[in-house]
C-alpha cells in the first residue's frame, strides 16, 4: 500500500516538474542547456535526446526584448 502511494507521488512529482516553464539560450549551432535540475530528475545523460516544446522566442531589439509567439 505505502509503496504503491509512493509510485504514484514519484510520478505526480515528474509530472509537476515537466510541466515547469524555464527561459534557456541558444548558443552557437542551436545548442541550448537544460536545466540541472531536469537532467538529473529524468536522468539525461550525453547522446540522449530530449523533447522540447518551445511557446515563445526572446529577441534583444535595441534596448529591449521583443516578443515571437507560436500561434
Request: aromatic share 10%; hydrophobic share 50%; no cysteine.
Amino acid at each position: 500500500m505505502i509503496s504503491e502511494f509512493l509510485n504514484v507521488l514519484d510520478a505526480l512529482l515528474l509530472f509537476v516538474v515537466a510541466m515547469e516553464e524555464f527561459v534557456v539560450r541558444v548558443f552557437k549551432g542551436g545548442k541550448v542547456t537544460v536545466p540541472k535540475r531536469l537532467r538529473e530528475i529524468f536522468g539525461v545523460a550525453d547522446g540522449d535526446y530530449v523533447r522540447l516544446a518551445p511557446v515563445e522566442v526572446l529577441k534583444k531589439e535595441g534596448a529591449g526584448w521583443v516578443r515571437k509567439k507560436l500561434d
